[in-house]
């Protein structure tokens, strides 16, 4: 217990109402982080299933490009540059996560080879957009899931232990008070009883037993 009195009555109430009123704003923030999480897992999996479609259809092209062209013809087609992520940033309940990803491919180099080569490369530029949008889903997902366990940890334990131990702590100071407040009560009491009954006792008479 921090305190006895009064003064600690009013502060452990003043506490109590703080610990509820951020119990009702983690629940909130739960909420809200959970409705986003949700819907960066649908994303996730529509991303997923677009990625792994076109690196498929790339690895495919590319095989067959290989054995056109060869590996030195595939090697001349690739650019020189690499490509450059630009990263937007959002943010639900104070946790920023990425979102809608930027990738701005290196300009390709002249026409060369078949038209596997020609159209490897097209699906493989594709790939690589669709990649960085599924990675950025998925960091996205990460840093929200993990925001979501903690907050669900802290709202258990001002639910469980904060609050139940202020509400224990005013309970016990109010049951102090009120046996303060009895026992001043009674002090009351027997001080007024006493009083009456010494107004209603007779009064000694001084000259008692004195001869004139």
């Keep these: 217990m921090s305190g006895t009195g009064r003064a600690a009555k009013v502060r452990i109430e003043r506490r109590l109402v703080t610990a509820r009123h951020g119990a009702r704003l983690l629940d909130r923030k739960q909420h809200i982080l959970a409705d986003e999480l949700e819907r960066f897992q ?3 999996e529509l991303s997923r299933t677009e990625w792994e479609a076109l690196a498929r259809e790339a690895a495919l092209w590319l095989r067959r490009s290989a054995a056109l ?5 595939i090697e001349a087609a690739a650019p020189s540059e690499a490509a450059e992520v630009q990263m937007r940033w959002a943010s ?3 946790v920023p ?3 809608d990803p930027e990738c701005r491919l290196p300009a390709a180099p002249g026409a060369g080879g078949s038209s596997a080569l020609s159209y490897a490369a097209v699906v493989h530029r594709k790939a690589l957009e669709a990649g960085v949008r599924f990675a950025a889903v998925q960091r996205a997902e990460m840093l929200l899931t993990a925001e979501l366990a903690a907050t669900r940890i802290r709202q ?3 639910e469980n232990r904060w609050i139940p131990k202020l509400e224990n702590e005013l309970l016990a100071i109010r049951r102090q008070l009120d046996a303060q407040e ?3 009560s ?7 009883d006493r009083s009456a009954a010494n107004r209603g006792r007779p009064v000694p008479d001084s000259d008692a037993g004195g001869g004139s």
Excluded: H, I, K, S
């Design 42 to 44: 649908l994303r996730e």
């Design 69 to 73: 062209d060869g590996t030195g013809q």
């Design 92 to 94: 639900a309940m104070g």
């Design 97 to 99: 996560y990425p979102e």
């Design 156 to 158: 258990r334990a001002v």
């Design 182 to 184: 009895l026992e001043e």
């Design 186 to 192: 009674l002090r009351l009491r027997w001080a007024a």
